[in-house]
């Protein structure tokens, strides 16, 4: 990524006259027993990119839902533009020029863009004169901004990226001169993504003034020009962002030192654990995915599966998980072929000694309506520690779990809170302690941090390195090339279902590697 | 069958649409709002009691209109407290608010009048008159056309007019002002609402407040204008066959009539065949054809309209994060 022109990148001087775009002056709000602002100072200067970074559940969603009339401040001041004001529902803040992006996106799905983009600020009783009156307008917007959307499309059938696109036209054309973003990025694809930092970049140069909520570190650097830092429900810091470093940030999110790159030995490669031979998956609509692959896993080491996504991981992971049936190709586990009397099922293959932490944790790995120690015996549940019969030992489940909510780390430290209460990194944590601590011979992981915080991918990291130590075969498929590269012994890239290319981490470089991901083999770059 | 015996069939499909459209429509606004209302049939009942009480005690129609009305306006209200303020179960709610009406007109019935739970015989001026419309009598005799003016078009109670009327009114309503607008955000995403900074408390009660409005016209309709008083468990059922339609309908108004004049017209077909032996079959249990909306909606909605996707928020109570 690289960092988004500013041209009046001189100007923070002349701007720092003028009075701040937003001021909060200590701001505090409790839920129940959870303090969760305690105290927040933040000047955002006018004309700026404003980057607010912390880990889940730091605060920065609260201290942003105030500033938009989501919900009300205990006690503490708000100033907009210099001026006090009271901001007790969105309207004020809409009224005020604040505009925000959410997370979830507010959007009615089976509305058409121009009718979610009027919705609430439609102007006449009647529609018809409100929508044509907003379709000239963002005809408007989309020329300044780079904003191109259908108007008439359904929202359903956009894709994520233009659903955000949405989002941001509906501030805009309610006046919003300030714009919150809640971790916009989380959902796009890298390319959506850099066409939304150009975006931001334009609405910047033209006066307007935008707080990014974020937690990867990355896109601060590139596109903010100061950044504040949240830990437990306090600002710890507001730096600009051109005197401060990644690891700095990540010193102030987390608290203590973090390592941005794993440390780890040389990997002791033993016998092959599995094996992967002329796998042929399709998809559900019965398009074929994963195109004759094949390669293999030994214990002690780490395989990564590099690749942008949608290139067939996901069906490869299933196939390999027992919970897609291949089209043709053999997949063994431990010496057993699992895949020549037709559907292995997941339950047979855990048997076998292979383990997976599926790469969608919400919709494969998890129950989220369940209490956590629930989720904690999911898939073992027939095991004899857990009653093996009719019934159910509840008291040992909920021990074993409280057992690894100590190691795992995982907060709060409540085995019977319900699983959708904790966030991403804490859930994904509940997953990798199941599947590791039954000691499979192999594990499969897919996508093991999106979504999670720092601290937490540190100490994910570190585990799946531990599980190699320990003579584990380890697959990782994960889009985030950084992660691929600390973690693996060895790195495979997928490109159409096929494997393109395998490459050394230590001395691959990105530039490589990128070409192999998009498609260009080692053969035509050579040249 | 003659052309007399259809225009006669399709003249009481007519009268026994009428509740059927009221009921309907005001299921639309609510569940467009993202409220079930389960208890369209409890209101129906309780406006019929209520209209047919005041009509008998003040000997006018209108008065009992009103009443009719405020009986179902304050128990809408009580299912907006219980949907929208608690947060409760809305079928749990509505469900409630069904034998609360059953109950509570028998019994208040039989105290006062003492006649079983039915109420006095009406008098016509207590009812609400019938429209003869201009040149209705003079072109009765002129053939089929004149016949069909004068029985199927002219000769309705005001109450079938108005609910032929709210029909376009609602599409109006609905697809071309803010309020729909809003409405339909409201039952598809709450939350796109709030951030948008409309009250979503505010805007279920307005539809709430309409339902209410329309089931009870349709409710006294049933007492004080089809029939000339009010007698035990006299909805029989057509709040649920209300939603029903409501469903085939798929939400939408002119649907939504469509498939209230069907249902009508299975109903009054049942009239005319009862005791009637039709060639090869014999003669028809008055039951079977009783069920047939039943069973078609079922059929339909299986395999021919295709699915019936309600709106996304129906049924689930509005709460911010936390």
Known sequence: ????????????????????????????????????????????????????????????????????????????????????????????ALSLGIGMVHQHFMLVDNFTVLENVVLGAEGSALLGRSLSKARSELQRLARDYGLEVSPDTLIEDLSVGQQQRVEILKALYRGADILILDEPTGVLTPAEADHLFRVLATLRNEGKTIILITHKLREIMAITDAVSVMRQGR??????????????????MVGRRVLLRVDKDEARPGDVKLAVENLTVADDAGV???????????????????????????????????????????????????????????????????????????????????????????????????????????????????????????????????????????????????????????????????????????????????????????????????????LSDRILVIFDGEIVGEADPASADEGELGLLMAGVHNKEAAQ | MTYVDLILVLDSTVRLATPLIFACLAGLYSERAGIVDIGLEGKLLGAAFGAAVVAAITGSAWAGLFAGVGVSLCMSAIHGFASINLRGNQIISGVALNFLAAGLATFLGQSWFGRGGNTPQLPSGARIPTITLPFANEVQDVPYIGYFYYELISGHSILSYIAFLIVPITAFVLFRTRFGLRLRAVGENPKALDTAGISVTLLRYQALAITGILVGIGGAYLSIAQSAGFTNNMSAGRGYIALAALIFAKWRPWPALATCLLFGFLDALQFRLQGVALPGIGQVPTQAIQALPYVLTIILLAGFIGRAVAPKAAGTPYVKER
């Open chain 1, 1 to 92: 990524m690289e960092r988004v022109n500013h041209p009046d990148a001189q100007r923070p001087q002349g701007a720092a006259a003028s009075a701040p775009a937003i001021e909060l002056r200590a701001i505090n709000k409790s839920f129940g027993p959870v303090h969760a602002n305690r105290d927040i100072d933040l000047s955002v200067q006018k004309g700026t990119v404003h980057g607010i970074v912390g880990e889940n559940g730091a605060g920065k969603s609260t201290l942003m839902s105030i500033l938009y009339g989501f919900y009300t401040a205990d006690s503490g001041d708000i100033l907009v533009n210099g001026k006090t004001v009271s901001i007790s529902n969105s309207s004020d």
């Open chain 1, 235 to 252: 600002m710890v810091a507001t730096v600009p962002t051109s005197e401060t470093s990644p690891e700095a940030l990540a010193e102030l």
């Open chain 1, 288 to 486: 074929i995915r994963v195109k004759g692959v094949s390669f293999s896993v030994r214990a002690g080491e780490i395989v990564g599966i590099a690749g942008v996504a949608g290139n067939g991981q996901s069906e490869l992971l299933e196939a390999i998980a027992g919970m897609r049936r291949p089209v043709a190709g053999r997949v063994i586990v431990n010496g057993h072929e699992v895949t020549t009397h037709g559907e292995a099922g997941a339950a047979e293959l855990r048997q076998k000694g292979l383990a997976h932490v599926p790469e969608d944790r919400l919709r494969m790995g998890l129950v989220t309506n369940f209490e956590a120690w629930e989720n904690s015996i999911l898939g073992y549940q027939d095991e004899p520690r857990y009653g093996g019969g009719l019934a159910l030992d509840i008291g040992a489940s909920r021990r074993e779990f409280e057992g690894r909510i100590a190691q795992y780390d995982i907060r709060p430290a409540n085995p019977r809170l319900k699983t959708a209460n904790f966030s991403g990194g804490n859930q994904q944590k509940i997953v990798l302690a199941r599947e590791m601590e039954r000691d499979p011979d192999i594990l499969i992981v897919g996508q093991p941090t999106r979504g999670v915080d720092i601290g937490a991918i540190e100490f994910i990291h570190n585990q799946i390195v531990k599980m190699r130590d320990a003579g584990k075969a380890i697959l990782l498929v994960s889009v985030e090339l950084d992660e691929i590269r600390s």
